[in-house]
């Protein structure tokens, strides 16, 4: 099932995920997120905090495993995703650092020359994952191609955790974090897999402004192909899009989507 929950803003959206994963907390001590770096989730981590911090929520059993690394850059980098889950998540929520993991975590900065290590990283992120029960709650954000994690255009709809090229775009456009200097933006990354991302239990991703409408569009009400990864999750059995209303623009059936959930039964979770 795919719901699309129309909200005003981001902090609405961030509120909505909050309450979801708190009460999952509750109920589930150990439970497992799944973890996404990018502008969409920060206000979700911050009204989740704030949650844990107001309900004085126990999260020292709580897991947490990130979609995506880059493959070169030592763990302590300040741009590295292993230090960006650090600031956003691990420190505001209070989580234990030996609980949270990258898809790189056992690298360590390895170089790309590193082959063997490199190549057995993947396989063995999706098995600690497996192993640590599976993720509960999977957040995602989404590229204005539809990309989710650095699974671009044309990636496997099937595709575990893995090592991609990073696209000359996405490494022209991450060169704002690196001092605008594009040699210093890693060539490539390793990244959870669409298959390993439909695994979760449940999806909820989030998309913000004009420019992710026509990407939401498709995601939702578009065919599923690997040149729009997101649109996978049509596929998945708990999917919840959050979008607000530029993100929407471009829905055909926008009004069903705010009329079913405003009708939504109380005792119904997202």
């Known amino acids: 099932m795919t719901e699309v929950i129309i909200v005003k803003n981001s902090e609405q959206a961030g509120a909505i995920y909050a309450r979801c994963v708190a009460d999952l907390i509750i109920q589930k001590p150990n439970a497992v997120l799944g973890l996404a770096t990018g502008s969409s989730p920060l206000t979700a981590y911050q009204a989740l905090a704030s949650l844990v911090h107001q309900e004085s929520i126990d999260v020292s059993q709580v897991h947490g495993y990130a ?31 030996e609980y949270v993991h990258v898809p790189g975590d ?12 490199i190549a057995q990283a993947g396989p063995n992120y999706d098995k600690a994952i497996q192993q640590a029960g599976g993720i509960d709650v999977q957040i995602l954000g989404i590229g204005t191609d539809g990309h989710v994690g650095f699974n671009e255009p044309g990636s496997s709809l099937a595709s575990g955790t893995r090592v991609k090229t990073l696209a000359e775009q996405t490494r022209i456009d991450n060169t704002r974090f690196f001092d ?3 040699s210093q933006v890693p060539t490539h990354c390793i990244t959870q897999g669409i298959g390993t ?4 239990r449940h999806v909820i991703l989030l998309a913000f402004g004009e420019s992710k409408a026509e990407a939401i569009a498709q995601t939702v009400e578009g065919g599923i192909s690997s040149f729009c990864p997101a649109s996978a999750l049509q596929l998945h059995a708990h999917a ?8 929407a623009s471009l829905l055909q059936h926008k009004e069903y989507y705010q009329y079913a959930f405003a009708h939504k039964p109380q005792w119904q979770n997202i």
């Open 67 to 97: 979609l995506d690394e880059y493959i070169g850059l030592p763990l302590a980098h300040p741009q590295s995703y292993h230090a960006t889950i650090q600031r956003t998540v691990t420190e505001p929520l209070g989580l234990n650092p």
């Open 180 to 182: 605008n200097d594009i």
């Open 106 to 117: 056992a690298l360590q900065g390895a170089p790309l020359s590193d082959g063997e290590r």
């Open 240 to 247: 919840t899009i959050i979008v607000d209303e530029k993100a």
């Open 197 to 200: 991302i439909l695994k979760a």
